[in-house]
């Protein structure tokens, strides 16, 4: 094993290490310690906080609370924020300064020190906390319809729900991933019918696709499936044979997807079958309790539940005329199940089609007696693919669509995962195929890995030169002195903040723009100074800074499903 390796066991976690707060953290803690000290207190300070100010000669965090404090001091800001400074001890900051009413803070070196060793010594360990500690979620995502193979919007869900997946555990959660199949729909039987019209078509039938079938290629392949056994199949009496190539049909799809999401890295950990909510133990005991407490009526040979008296804007169908219930009972069905399974968070990744769905939902829940209202619902836009700047068209049903399998074939795993996060999920994407096939720096996902290989040559390098990596306490850490030094230890510090807030604000799309900054100010350290020369002292702290650059762009990679490449 290399000295680039990132496993965990030699990178792990010692026992008994020593636990850092994490930047922002710590100026809050000092900030509202200094805070009481001068006697201010809740609920004057819950809406005081610290951020990253805009420019970086106001120092690395800054708070405007003299501002929200101003009416309780009844001071000017200015007056209100050197009081404060006078409380706050100065140990673990360069500078604590009054600019214009803000309170800006400026970490010193030895604060910085500790998450450089810290880095080196966690590996894909690194910025993992306890924020969530016995706390669990269930995040379910995808949840395609089992009709045709998965397609690009899929495979940006697949990419935004596994990263998220992956940074709740990374924050002490318990979560687990989930996909639900929507197995009992008419959309299946529509696949069902497609694929005997085409069975028979191969056959020189004479056979039409159904006016809401599927016409894609992949149900010709679905059918030739089943050349062999096609005249018993043909033979049998409809209801039979339909419920053949139903259960065939679904079969072969969900293996599809199955692998499909296993060559894009995601594995899911349960599979929930909609037919399972179907019946006396779900969708019927819910209807029957709606009932009993009153929230349903009958109108137009419908039968209607009350959700306008739940929030929602209007009542809501939920038995049809013709006996068939509505996609909402058996949705309730299952979100009553994902409740009863006891999780503190229940979260759903919806497209924007299903997004007008979720109040209904919530009142049915509600009324149900769960609480509706802990529910969260994150939705995940659309993507258009952009090849030579057209956009392209597509459409399963029509059969012209590009799969995930095809576009991961394109372009890579990592490039398709680390693109489809670079706008917040709430945002239409454009997914740009040339840059994605590009293997320079324009290509984000290249230039952020490139980074990680020239860092794991360089510790390559230092052991070739016999310079050896240091111990986590032997190495003189004052002796990275230059700005472009500090701006990195800056970096790496942050990180551990910002692997919190992405959980809390279910934002994974902000770990690909902090990987760009930091490959960006390694290159810049780079091309400045040398790390391994003959002042050994000088190199072994680099080494470490280095290390602890690998650690920070490793984790951060493995947090949304990217590899770490050690050459390129």
Known sequence: MGRCSSSKTEYGCQKGQKEVKSPKTYVKDVLLE??????????????????????????????????????????????????????????????????????????????????????????????????????????????????????????????????????????????????????????????????????????????????????GEYVVDLAKGLLSDAEHLLSLGPEERLSRFREYALEKMLASQKDSLEAFGVEFDNWANESSFRGEGGTDRLLETLKKVGDTYEDGGALWFRSSGYGDERDRVIKKSTGDLTYLVADSAYHANK??????????????????????????LKALGYPGEKLEVLTVQWVTLVKEGKKLSMSKRGGTF???????????????????????????????????????????????????????????????????????????????????????????????????????????????FFLQDLASSFHSFYHKHRVVTDDKPLSQARLLLCDALRATITTGLSLIGVSAPEKM
């Open 34 to 215: 200094a805070l009481r000290s001068c006697g201010f207190d809740r609920p004057h300070t819950e809406k005081v906080g610290v951020s990253l100010p805009k420019n970086p000669r106001w120092g690395d965090y800054s708070t405007n609370s003299p501002f929200l404090l101003a009416e309780v001091s009844g001071k000017e800001p200015e007056e209100t924020a050197a009081r404060i400074v006078d409380a706050i001890p100065k140990e673990m900051f360069d500078r604590v300064e009054v600019a214009a009413g803000f309170i800006n803070f400026t970490l010193s070196r030895d604060f910085l020190f500790e998450f450089v060793r810290e880095a080196s010594r966690s590996g894909l360990e690194y910025a993992r906390n306890d924020s969530g500690k016995g706390k669990s979620i269930l995040i379910e995502f995808v949840s395609a319809n089992p009709t045709g193979p998965l397609v690009v919007v899929n495979a940006r869900a697949a990419a935004i729900g596994d990263s998220l997946t992956r940074i709740f555990r990374h924050c002490g959660y318990k979560a687990e991933s989930e996909f639900y199949i929507d197995d009992a729909g008419r959309q299946v039987e529509m696949l069902a019918l497609s694929v005997e019209a085409r069975l028979k078509q191969l056959l020189g039938q004479e056979a039409k696709i159904p006016k809401d079938g599927y016409a």
């Open 339 to 364: 409740f009863d399974r006891k999780f503190d968070r229940i979260l759903d990744l919806f497209g924007p089609d299903h997004h007008a769905q979720v109040p209904s939902l919530k009142a049915v």
């Open 402 to 512: 590009i799969t995930m399998d095809e576009l991961t074939e394109d372009v890579g795993k990592d490039v398709a995962r680390f693109l489809f996060l670079m706008r917040r999920p709430s945002s239409h994407l454009d997914f740009d195929i040339d840059l994605a096939r590009k293997t320079s720096e324009e290509n984000p996902v290249y230039y952020v890995q490139y980074a990680h290989a020239r860092i794991c040559s360089i510790l390559d390098y230092a052991g070739q030169q016999g310079v050896a990596m240091p111990g986590l306490e032997e190495a003189d850490l004052s002796l990275l002195s230059k700005p472009e030094e500090r701006d990195l230890m800056v970096r790496i510090a942050s990180f551990t903040d910002l692997v919190v807030e992405c959980m809390e604000e279910l934002s994974p799309h902000r770990i690909p």
